[in-house]
């Protein structure tokens, strides 16, 4: 049956998607979504390309409220910067809810994933950091080093950044990005330690295995966003930080055992065993979220289809508000 | 990193895409790899939308030799038949195999499913059918039922199809479809153990939830390939007939246990309990299939994600032959 499909290539979505407060809201809905028992999201398809260092991800989710879903499909081919092409790649789908129908391909190279991840994490810290933010910390100098900060000021417009990486001059090169971007003091910190003493809100964002953010290092009034740990195996977080804060929050609980930093605490056998809250229940007001500032929050963010399918959707809307993008017939 | 994506509507591919012995043949050798173990085929992911009457299915596999591999979602709306819209839609997404890059987008409206779908009923009848047959019988008298005859006609030339559904009229219009394309005789039976008694392949495409072929049906000489059972409740073939026939071959096995007939069988508490044949086993030579005329064979086919990188393969293949299709940049 000849339909229009609304084509939309990486340019056009840079230039019709921003990172800003209206993407963190139609995130937060999502979360939101996700707390009503209502959403549909299944397990996440994974497939292994045997011999080629590389992983495909298929993420979908259905949300009561929104006239499309998403089918994302993100192939992550590790050793492509040996030949000059991105990690990461993919696109999304948006499929009419009510008739199946494709609707809009959203060639995006994976740029709506980084907008989505980073606004989930300013959701996070929004419902999560102490009210008051001065400096924030991050560890990781990647794209999403940067995109958490610039998503997490619109929320806590903190003064300062500090930037720790395992590679002395990335750091300094994202601290100028953040600086530049934001026009606030932003600074590599060689000593993680101190990054952390010195933020009221840490997010990591890196692909560690092994712990990078020590459990004595948390103090009163810090909250940390983990968003780096998204497979089998990574792991950010000390798991007897994940014991000692006031309060973990997992982005999907399901898949937080499975990937997240809660798989690590569990691993080690240091988790209460207790079921922890969602972050779309503390959007919803279904939990308790934090109940004062000198307490000690952790966030971990696995990444799930409805933020994919929240994301893909408001894109699209972007695009026909700003008239871009090709429409063909099939 | 901008790339060229070749974007393919439903006409492009269906003047670009025969349903014929190379479109057999390609899928005969996604069979044959599946034996050899190295392919990855991960679980189906499948959604369902509450309230719509829906379900979301996405499929793919990685398949040693090809080039890339295939993601397709296969949305099935139900209800859309209501509103003039036909149940199934949907579209493979062909990715490279060695960078994850997306190469193109097959948007096919479910076309090259029905292609291979039927492609593998025409490898089942040249593997498992009596090398001899002069009369066909299909079951069922949709979109599939025509492809099946179309395809397994030319790996057995018979000379007769009969065609028996609920719907007298419909039969009778896929009967007179399939002689018009085929320049053979075709007639409408409306007696199920007739045509069954008097054809030495049957192939069933109905969404039975009850057997429409007994077991006391089977005779001597006979195949039947059931390809109707893509989920969990349907049921074509009268359990007994698995446990009674001279050989059972799955497309994939464990798919089958959960979708196919297979599944049915052991819920009937009739299955030997054997591990079955799968297909491409026999067409790789690694398992025997039929060895002679008068045995009874039959093949579940549940639909494998090996077969959608296949036909997307193929299809991206014919459509730069022809020239056809439209190149974006993303």
């Avoid at 999502?30 to 298929?58: H, R």
């Avoid at 980084?114 to 924030?136: C, E, I, K, Q």
């Avoid at 090169?173 to 600074?187: E, N, Q």
């Avoid at 712990?211 to 740990?229: F, R």
């Amino acid at each position: 049956m000849p339909h229009d499909i609304l084509v939309l290539t990486e340019p056009e979505l840079k230039r019709a998607v921003a990172l800003d407060l209206d993407a963190i809201d139609v995130v937060e809905s999502a979360f939101a979504a996700l707390a009503s028992g209502k959403v549909v999201m299944p397990p996440i398809l994974s497939m292994e390309i045997p011999g080629a260092n590389a992983e495909v991800d298929v993420k979908t989710a259905y949300i009561p409220g929104f006239d499309g879903f998403a089918i994302k499909v993100s192939p992550g081919f590790f050793d492509n910067p040996r030949i000059g092409l991105p990690s990461l790649n993919g696109l999304m789908i948006l499929f009419s809810a009510k008739t199946g129908l494709v609707e809009a391909l959203l060639l995006d190279n994976g740029f709506l994933t980084d907008v989505r991840t980073a606004a989930a994490g300013a959701v996070a810290a929004r419902h999560l950091a102490p009210s008051v933010v001065t400096t924030a910390g991050v560890m990781g100098t990647g794209v999403q080093a940067r995109l958490q900060m610039f998503a997490a000021h619109q929320v806590r417009p903190f003064e300062r950044v500090l930037v720790w990486g395992r590679d002395a001059t990335k750091a300094a090169a994202c601290a100028s990005d953040i600086a530049g971007h934001l026009g606030i003091d932003a600074r590599a910190e060689t000593d993680p330690a101190r990054l952390v003493a010195e933020s009221q809100l840490v997010v990591t964002t890196t692909p560690a295995r092994a712990p990078i953010l020590k459990a004595d290092w948390l103090h009163p009034g810090l909250h940390v966003t983990a968003m780096g740990s998204d497979q089998e195996g990574k792991n950010e977080i000390d798991p007897a930080a994940l014991a000692r804060a006031d309060l973990y929050v997992a982005d999907r609980v399901s898949q937080c055992e499975k990937l997240g930093e809660l798989a690590a605490a569990i691993g080690a056998g240091v988790w209460n065993g207790k079921t922890p809250a969602e972050l779309g229940e503390i959007v919803a007001g279904a939990k308790t979220g934090r109940t004062d500032d000198s307490q000690v929050t952790i966030c971990d963010l696995t990444g799930t289809g409805a933020q994919d399918t929240a994301i893909a959707t408001f894109a699209r809307q972007q695009a026909l508000t700003a008239g871009a993008g090709t429409t063909i017939q099939s």
